[in-house]
């Protein structure tokens, strides 16, 4: 992560991935639930030709696509426990969260955060705010359009920090969850329904791949 630019900002993967119960079309890295999106997303935008299945070469593929994209992949919900064993970020409870704010300013190439999913209880952004409350600090808003794209001004506290540079800007953006249990929200956006009306082949997921083309 020390050469990344960019921070891709999820929850938590699915129970299976903790347990190793995989399926065939499951990659073991981030992301690689065969019932996921983003890396269909990232394959069609990129056309990096991504082998979906549990074996190593899968794996390398999207560490190679990563680095060489600077691109980083944090999931801020270190743990947390499930009365129902299922993917949804609103069942999660007993959250124990990563230090996303310490991770910013460790590692200051990171200039945005591209969080997989909105401010919607339990999501990315929603527990993101929660740290930043701690720390005195809050997101300002630059568009509240899907995707929403806020900016925060983190404190430097290096010593070397020159008299004019006292705060860094954090680009973040919420892009649509790349998740099945997202369709209906946007299924409800008039901007799918336009896209929609125009274009009867025209599905969720090149959706996604017209939101993220731009922030990726």
């Not at 983003?38 to 990129?46: E, K």
Request: hydrophobic residues 35%; glycine residues 6%; positive net charge.
């Amino acid at each position: 992560m020390e050469k990344a630019t960019k921070l891709i900002v999820g929850t938590l993967p699915p129970p299976r991935f903790t347990t190793g119960e995989l399926k065939p079309q499951d990659v073991d890295f981030c992301y690689g639930s065969c019932n996921g999106q983003l890396w269909p997303i990232l394959d069609s935008i990129f056309h990096l030709g991504l082998k979906y299945e549990t074996t190593q070469e899968a794996v390398d593929q999207r560490k190679q696509f990563l680095m060489k994209n600077k691109i980083g992949v944090c999931d801020i919900v270190e743990s947390a426990e499930r009365e129902k064993i299922d993917a949804s970020d609103l069942g999660m409870q007993n959250v124990v969260l990563r230090d996303l704010v310490g991770y910013l300013k460790a590692y200051d190439n990171i200039e945005t955060l591209l969080f997989m999913g909105g401010n919607s209880k339990n999501g990315p952004e929603y527990f993101f705010r929660k740290q930043l409350k701690e720390h005195g600090l809050k997101l300002k808003v630059v568009s509240d359009i899907v995707p929403r794209i806020h900016h925060l001004e983190l404190p430097i506290t290096s010593s070397s920090a020159s008299v004019r540079a006292q705060s860094r800007t954090i680009k973040t953006v919420s892009l649509t969850a790349p998740s099945g249990a997202a369709n209906r929200a946007v299924g409800s956006l008039q901007a799918y329904k336009d896209l929609k009306n125009k274009n009867p082949e025209f599905n969720t997921l090149d959706f996604r791949v017209m939101q993220y083309r731009e922030f990726f």
